[in-house]
């Protein structure tokens, strides 16, 4: 059974920076495109991030382009989302997301595409 686990979420300032994981088990790592997506209060879940599996490729939501970066680890089989420079806006869940097989990059950031979803993590930043 394929599973997502979300971590590091939490409170920061204004301008601050976090980490946030996902670590996936029941499944091989590299055989899945990963996202993140995130909802906030009273608003639809929107796109923030993708890591494609079959060429590395990467994708970002314009509002987080040159703050949020994706990254891995193959031997954890953990996805992370650095954020700097987080803003008031930031504040969310930010969920996890996985798809098995050939994902083509105009489709990443569609969160009905994704197979497995994480439980999300809150993430606040304070003003």
């Known amino acids: 059974q394929v599973q997502l686990v979300e971590s590091g979420g939490g409170l920061v300032q204004t301008g601050g920076s976090l980490r946030i994981s996902c670590t996936i088990s029941?499944?091989?790592?590299?055989?899945?495109?990963m996202a993140w997506f995130r909802q906030a209060p009273g608003k639809e879940r929107e796109f923030v991030s993708a890591f494609r599996i079959s060429d590395r490729s990467t994708s970002y939501a314009d509002s987080v382009k040159g703050r949020f970066t994706i990254s891995g680890d193959n031997n954890k089989m953990t996805r992370h989302l650095q954020m700097n420079s987080l803003q008031p806006d930031d504040t969310a869940v930010y969920y996890c997301?996985?798809?098995?097989?050939?994902?083509?990059?105009?489709?990443?950031?569609?969160?009905?595409?994704?197979?497995?979803w994480g439980q999300g993590t809150q993430v606040t930043v304070s003003s």
């Open positions: 997301a996985a798809y098995r097989g050939r994902l083509v990059y105009s489709a990443l950031s569609t969160s009905t595409l994704y197979h497995y």
């Open positions: 029941g499944a091989t790592f590299t055989d899945y495109s």
